[in-house]
C-alpha cells in the first residue's frame, strides 16, 4: 500500500493505512497495538501532533512509560530522530515541547511507585500518552496498571476548549493484561444519562509487515530472538496477544477463529435471555441469549471479588441492564445456575442465593447440573456443533472476553511434570474456574444431555432377563401358578 502524506505546518508525515487511522480519530479512547517496528511510537507522536490540530489551540499533555529511564533512554531518541529540531527535551527529560503549530508541551514521567500517580491530579491536560503499558516481562513495577489508564480518562479532559484523548500504543499484551480486556470491552465505554454525551473507544491492531520503512533484516532479526518463545513470538512477531496456559485446557474444543465473534455481538430482539451464575464469595454472572436456530450468544461476563451474589446483582447486574443496549430491547429472562445456591444460608433458612436472585430479578431461579458429566459433556458437544444456518451453535462477543480467556487455557486442569491430569475436576480458587462452571451450567441447562443408551447392552439384557422368565416359568413347583396368577 501508498503511504499517506500527511502535513501540518512544516511538518511531514508519511502514515501507513492503519497510522492514518489511528491519528485522524475522533474517539476519546485510541489504542494502536502492532508488532516490532511497525511504527508505533511514529503514530503516537503524529496522534498527538493531529490533536492539537484538532483542537484549534496549543495544548498541554502528559506521556507515561513505566520508568522515567525508559523515556529517556528508548521513547525519547526515537522522537528526537523522527522530528530533529522541531522537539526539544528539558529538565533531564521530564519535559518535552514540540514545535508544531499549534504547539504541543508535554510533561513526561514513569509510574515507578503509587506516590507517582499524584503527579496525573495536578496539570490541565488534553491528551495523555501511555507507552507500552504491557512489559516485555512479567515483573514487579514493569509495565503500567489500569488505574493509571483509568485515571488518566479523568486527567485528560481537563484544558479548557479542548477535547479529550487518551492515546495507548503498544505491542500486543498476554491475553490476562488489562490492556486486552479494554480491547474487547464495548466501544461505547460510558453514556452520561443526562445529556447523552458518551466516550467512545477505538482499537487499531496494525498488521505485520504494512511499515514499509522497516528492512527486511530488522523483521528477520525479531523473528530469529522470538523464534523459542512462542508467546513472545506471538506478540512481537505476529502482532497478536499470547494465550496463557496453565496445565492442560477443560476445552480443548474451543476455537478462537471460530467461537469468537470478530464484532460485538448485538442484543436480538424477541430471543430469550440468559443470566447464568456462579455462587459462593467470588459470584460470576454471564449474561447470554438464546438465538434462532438454536445458538447461544454470549454477551457479557460480571464477576465479585469477596462478595456475594446480592451484591453483584446490585452493583453490577442491574446497572449494566439498565444501558441502552439492553434497556432499549424488552427481553424475557431466565436465570440458572450453580445448584448449590438454592441450599439454604446456615445462618437463617429463609435465605439462600438462589431466592435472593429470584426477588432481586423477579425470575424463577433453575438449577443446574450436579455431576461434573452432565455439564461437561454439553459444554464439548456445544463447541463441536454447527446450527442449520452453518454458525457454531456457540459464539462469544469480544465483549464477554473473560469467557473466552477461561475457554482458552484459563479453566484448566492441573498437571504433573509428565503432562498428566491430575485429579477429575478442573483447578479450584481461580476466577476462570468460576467462570467456565457458569457457562457450563448455562450450557448443560439449555441444551442438556443425555447419553446415548448402549443398543447392544440393552438387547443383551432384554435376552437375558427373558431367559430368566422362561427358566422360572418352566420350573415353577407343582401347584404354583404361572407368574401374575394366584396360588
Known amino acids: 500500500m501508498v503511504d499517506q502524506i500527511i502535513q501540518k505546518g512544516d511538518l511531514v508525515f508519511r502514515l501507513s493505512p492503519t497510522q492514518e487511522k489511528f491519528v485522524y480519530s475522533d474517539a476519546h479512547v485510541c489504542l494502536f497495538v502492532g508488532p516490532m517496528g511497525e511504527g508505533k511510537t511514529w503514530a503516537g507522536v503524529a496522534g498527538v501532533i493531529a490533536h ?100 488518566a480518562i479523568a486527567r485528560a479532559s481537563r484544558q479548557a476548549g479542548t477535547v479529550l484523548r487518551v492515546q495507548i500504543t503498544q505491542n500486543p499484551a498476554d491475553e490476562d493484561h488489562w490492556t486486552e480486556e479494554l480491547a474487547h470491552e464495548p466501544r461505547v465505554m460510558e453514556r452520561d444519562p443526562d445529556t447523552g454525551a458518551e466516550i467512545i473507544k477505538e482499537v487499531f491492531r496494525i498488521p505485520y509487515g504494512e511499515n514499509t520503512k522497516l528492512n527486511a533484516l530488522s523483521r528477520a532479526a525479531n523473528r530469529a530472538a522470538f ?24 476445552t480443548p474444543e474451543y476455537n478462537r477463529d471460530i467461537h469468537l465473534a470478530k464484532n460485538e455481538l448485538p442484543i436480538v430482539p424477541g430471543a430469550v435471555g440468559i443470566r447464568g451464575y456462579d455462587g459462593w464469595h467470588d459470584p460470576v454472572c454471564i449474561i447470554a441469549q438464546l438465538i434462532p436456530p438454536g445458538k447461544l450468544w454470549f454477551h457479557a461476563v460480571l464477576t465479585g471479588d469477596g462478595i456475594g451474589i446480592k451484591q453483584l446483582i446490585e452493583q453490577q447486574v442491574l446497572p449494566l441492564l439498565q444501558t441502552p443496549k439492553y434497556k432499549e430491547t424488552a427481553l424475557d429472562w431466565r436465570d440458572m445456575g450453580d445448584p448449590t445456591m438454592a441450599t439454604p444460608d446456615q445462618s437463617n433458612t429463609q435465605v439462600s442465593a ?92 439449555v441444551f442438556s444431555f443425555r447419553a446415548k443408551k448402549n443398543l447392544k447392552y440393552s438387547q443383551a439384557s432384554r435376552i437375558a432377563k427373558q431367559k430368566r422368565f422362561a427358566s422360572s416359568y418352566g420350573g415353577r413347583r407343582p401347584g404354583q401358578a404361572a407368574m401374575g396368577g394366584r396360588r
Not at 458429566?373 to 456457540?394: F, S, W
Request: charge should be positive; aromatic fraction near 8%; glycine fraction near 8%.
Open 52 to 151: 492539537a490540530a484538532r483542537c484549534g489551540r496549543p495544548i498541554r499533555g502528559a506521556l507515561i512509560r513505566d520508568t522515567h529511564q525508559n523515556i529517556k533512554i528508548s521513547t525519547a531518541p526515537d522522537i528526537i530522530e523522527m522530528l530533529g529540531n522541531k522537539v526539544k527535551f528539558m529538565d533531564d527529560y521530564k519535559k518535552m515541547i514540540i514545535h508544531s503549530n499549534p504547539r504541543v508541551e508535554i510533561d513526561c514521567f514513569g509510574i515507578d511507585d503509587a506516590a507517582s500517580l499524584s503527579k496525573l491530579q495536578g496539570p490541565q491536560y488534553a491528551v495523555i500518552w501511555l507507552e507500552e503499558p504491557a512489559p516485555i516481562e512479567e515483573r514487579a513495577n514493569a509495565g503500567l496498571p489500569r488505574s493509571v489508564f483509568e485515571l
Open 227 to 250: 523464534k523459542n518463545d512462542p508467546g513472545k513470538f506471538a506478540r512481537y512477531v505476529q502482532g497478536v496477544a499470547a494465550p496463557v496456559q496453565k496445565g492442560k485446557k477443560v
Open 354 to 445: 438462589a431466592k435472593e436472585i429470584n426477588e432481586l430479578l423477579k425470575t424463577r431461579f433453575e438449577k443446574g447440573a450436579t455431576r461434573w458429566p452432565q455439564r461437561i459433556n454439553p459444554v464439548k458437544t456445544g463447541l463441536t456443533t454447527l446450527c442449520t444456518d452453518g454458525t457454531p451453535q456457540i459464539l462469544i462477543s469480544p465483549t464477554a472476553w473473560p469467557l473466552h480467556r477461561a475457554l482458552n487455557g484459563g479453566w484448566h486442569f492441573k498437571t504433573d511434570n509428565s503432562g498428566n491430569i491430575i485429579g477429575t475436576l478442573p483447578a479450584k480458587n481461580n476466577v476462570f474456574d468460576h467462570i467456565g462452571n457458569c457457562f457450563a451450567y448455562i450450557v448443560s441447562t
